[in-house]
């Protein structure tokens, strides 16, 4: 399944684009997009808005990390970091999910 977001600016051009694309391909219209890939959207006067709000918030809900305090870094840029044996092994899979997570976020 392919799938495909389009939009204009003039409802005319729209309709007409809509139409010629039916013809070549099956489609079905679902209506004005609002949200999309974790994206939010909101037509508004003057644009469109996008946001990912509600994608942030799942991912916190996610990894049990809604209570977390916000820090513009998380960490000293300036932290010298080596081997910590004795320290707590960490879940590698959840790691990676979490990294793999924040490829899809900008700026939550």
């Known amino acids: ?7 204009a600016s ?4 729209c309709k007409k684009f ?3 694309m ?21 037509k508004m006067k003057h644009g469109t808005f996008q946001c990912q709000t509600k994608y942030c918030i799942e991912l916190l809900n996610k990894f049990n990390m809604e209570k977390c ?15 910590d044996e004795k320290g707590k092994s960490i879940d590698e899979s959840k790691y990676r999910s979490m990294i793999g997570s924040l490829l899809y976020s900008n700026a939550c």
Do not use: I, R
């Not at 003039?10 to 051009?13: P, Q, R, V, Y």
């Not at 916000?70 to 081997?83: F, R």
């Open 1 to 7: 399944m392919l799938m495909t977001v389009f939009g």
């Open 10 to 13: 003039n409802e005319a051009l």
């Open 18 to 20: 809509s139409s010629s």
């Open 22 to 42: 039916q013809d070549e391909f099956e489609m079905s219209k679902m209506g004005e997009l609002t949200f999309f890939l974790g994206l939010q959207v909101k």
């Open 69 to 83: 305090k916000e820090a513009l870094t998380p960490m000293a840029t300036s932290t010298y970091l080596d081997l």
